[in-house]
């Protein structure tokens, strides 16, 4: 399988996998058919078009390729037929989830750096693309986002297109430093989950919730 | 009189009906006068605004034709003037709600198909159109965007465009085709409000909250 | 120094404290470095963004100038080392803010002025851009925007839009201009949070919240 073919194929699972998690939390806050979809929809999508937004790449480009709204459907099709099992597996998914993390970041990052835009802003350009789907999920379903604190989420997606940055530094081939970047975004999430590290920016030591700690 | 003033008398109907329900929102949380201009500005256009966005069509509208600003300021004094009963008749106002809701995603799927976009595209658009500017207020105001499961409203506008769709292939004229249409999302409204008629996606019946249901 | 340099330099001390004010947000959300970096990210540069892409400006300004990437990550160094303190003094931090409130929405203004768009979208333009950053710094962390209701917030850049309208409409020089048009800004938030005013745009007086007032 050519290298492209491959990316492309990765990036309908993660597309699915982060429609799936937005359906799930749309069945949780009893949403309709439409807005169990639109929930799906904008996060699976919302991180890469809040980046084409920004760079002014519009029309988005899930507008002119059906094939995402075909993933969205066939998570709607899935979570319809196996919602209670897809819930409680919902975790042994984080597995597809952390694939998507990685590749949304590192295409985010390209797509960028393709602009000609600084290393700096690519980074940011990359951690939008990788987690804005699930920012916006968690506001649309009234929820504080739970990814800028849980389990080193948007960190590992950082450290994702930091490597792959460094990569093509050292002139590896973007197969294998995609494939290399993308695999240390899984090991972090892994270890991070298995262990479940949290990581606060700040402790609020001095403060009122110290007990919380 | 003609088709387009009816279409724009109606769009103008349906701003001020969608304003004066983000204005009803922003009263209740205490906004002061700027807040409450923006909840009712962003809950008219915001709907249409997003669409334009995510097709490249900027600047948006509003900002080259002063009459939506107008009506949101109309909003703004009829709910000053006549506040605690316009809070009560609100559900009252459901008949111009329900065309706004009509007319808003007949408008947004046909922008979107003379922008060539395939027509789930144009479905997509239309929702969007229809019911974001609801969602922005309800996000703005800290609320579960009530519109994806309260009674069958999003899957109305989505009803209303299907069928305008439709009528198109059958060679209905645009005017009658746009009455037939947003005459569905009436009666579909109208028959759900009356009923009490909720359709969640999924129940959760075999989960904890079973109960609920 | 030259009038460019200093509204630059307002400009940056502004953009620092709003980044502040969304660190610290994130700090009490334990938000991890990623999640700290966007939201202070976000409320510095949230507003203007918002303005950008509504006109169509994109890629926005921020990817073509990293002194404010850089002005974030200071914030972000500040929080780091002094965060107690920092949290304690925060209200004492309102004279920079309050510069920040009044510069961004008269930048606003001009810019929307300078693309031919009329006075009062200009004007909406304005406070879009002084206060959006700190709405979506609220919406991220799941509040009720405080700036709709808290002390004359938006109406305070409000009026600084209008005087810096009028005044050029006096033939008032633009630094004169923007100097007087700030110090408004300023004088009115200073008096607003001395003496705890609010300005609900309706009181509640026929409902059943009439004891909260």
């Excluded at 890469?48 to 390729?65: F, I, S, Y």
């Excluded at 897809?86 to 993390?101: A, T, V």
């Excluded at 240390?184 to 920016?201: D, E, M």
Aim: charged share 15%; aromatic share 10%; net charge neutral.
């Amino acid at each position: 399988m050519p290298l492209e073919d491959l990316i492309y194929v990765l990036d309908l699972l993660g597309t699915l996998v982060f429609a799936i998690s937005g359906v799930i939390a749309a069945v949780e806050q009893k949403f309709d058919l439409v807005g169990a979809f639109i929930i799906g929809f904008v996060t699976a999508l919302g991180g890469g078009t809040t980046r084409d937004l920004l760079m002014g790449a519009t029309p988005v480009a899930w507008m002119h390729n059906l094939d995402y709204l075909l993933i969205v459907s066939l998570a709607m099709i899935l979570c319809y037929l196996f919602y209670p099992r897809l819930s409680k597996i919902r975790r042994s998914l984080f597995i597809f989830d952390s694939i998507g993390l990685g590749l949304f970041s590192i295409l985010g990052f390209q797509k960028a750096l393709i602009a000609e835009l600084d290393i700096p802003i690519a980074l940011i350009l990359g951690i939008v693309s990788a987690v804005f789907g699930g920012v916006i999920r968690d506001v649309l379903t009234n929820q504080v986002p739970l990814i800028f604190r849980k389990e080193i989420y948007a960190l590992a997606a950082l450290a994702g297109a930091v490597l792959y940055w460094l990569g093509g530094l050292l002139g590896l081939s973007a197969g294998i430093d995609a494939v290399v970047s993308i695999s240390l975004v899984v090991l972090i999430r892994s270890l991070a989950v298995a262990r479940g590290w949290q990581s606060p920016f700040l402790p609020l030591g001095s403060n009122s919730n110290s007990k919380e700690d």
